[in-house]
């Protein structure tokens, strides 16, 4: 059996490699958006339309800002699915350590 002690240090050691995937997923989703501010002036038509009193389309900017954001997201998706797939397994493996009772020795 192991002390409780070292089921504690076990779990405090997986709460924090938990954090710190969901330190990256969070650092990925700042640059994604970081990148997005940097592209919206791009996104504005020309003011073509104006001289002719036609405001311009609201739903043209929305799908240009939609396009570049799934163009963006798809650079990283890889790399989101594989944090997000290791963020599940260590939310499962710290569930299962929780429920475990105290005098039981982890596999």
Do not use: W
Not at 35 to 46: D, E, G, Q, W
Not at 83 to 105: H, N, Y
Request: charged share 35%.
């Amino acid at each position: 059996m192991k002390p409780l002690s070292d089921c504690r240090s076990l779990l405090s050691r997986m709460e924090e490699a938990r954090r710190q995937t969901q330190h990256q997923l969070d650092l990925i989703d700042r640059q994604i958006i970081r990148r997005m501010t940097a592209v919206i002036p791009h996104l504005h038509p020309r003011r073509r339309s104006y001289r002719r009193g036609q405001p311009p389309e609201a739903g043209a900017f929305l799908a240009r800002y939609r396009a570049n954001l799934a163009a963006i997201t798809a650079e990283r998706q890889q790399e989101i699915d594989a944090l997000s797939r290791k963020l599940a397994r260590q939310d499962r493996a710290i569930e299962a350590l929780r429920e475990r009772p105290a005098g039981r020795r982890p596999s």
